[in-house]
């Protein structure tokens, strides 16, 4: 995966994640939204299988952007760990 910053102002962020699809910028787009000082967060993938993904995401002026994306992916992280154990726990009984 490469991060490449294509625009970004006190209160927006423009990123092509190379080597990404739906899946990853999909579940970080939901973290996004989840966030009370995220106005838009949103991707797009021009062409499927060719293209990059670009992400797109605003903020309130309390918030910058990047810290957004940081918390928004460590929200992610946990969530992933959480549901490893649980399963690791489930799969035990089999």
Do not use: W
């Amino acid at each position: 995966m490469d991060v490449k910053v294509l625009k970004k102002t006190d209160t927006e962020i423009e990123l092509e994640i190379k080597g990404e699809d739906h899946t990853l910028l999909n579940a970080l787009k939901a973290s996004l939204l989840n966030d009370k000082d995220v106005k838009v967060a949103t991707y797009d993938i021009e062409f499927p299988g060719i293209s990059n993904p670009v992400l797109f995401v605003r903020t309130t002026s309390s918030e910058d952007p990047i810290e957004a994306i940081k918390k928004a992916a460590k929200g992610l992280a946990g969530e992933c760990e959480a549901f490893m154990e649980l399963f690791s726990q489930k799969a035990k009984a089999f």
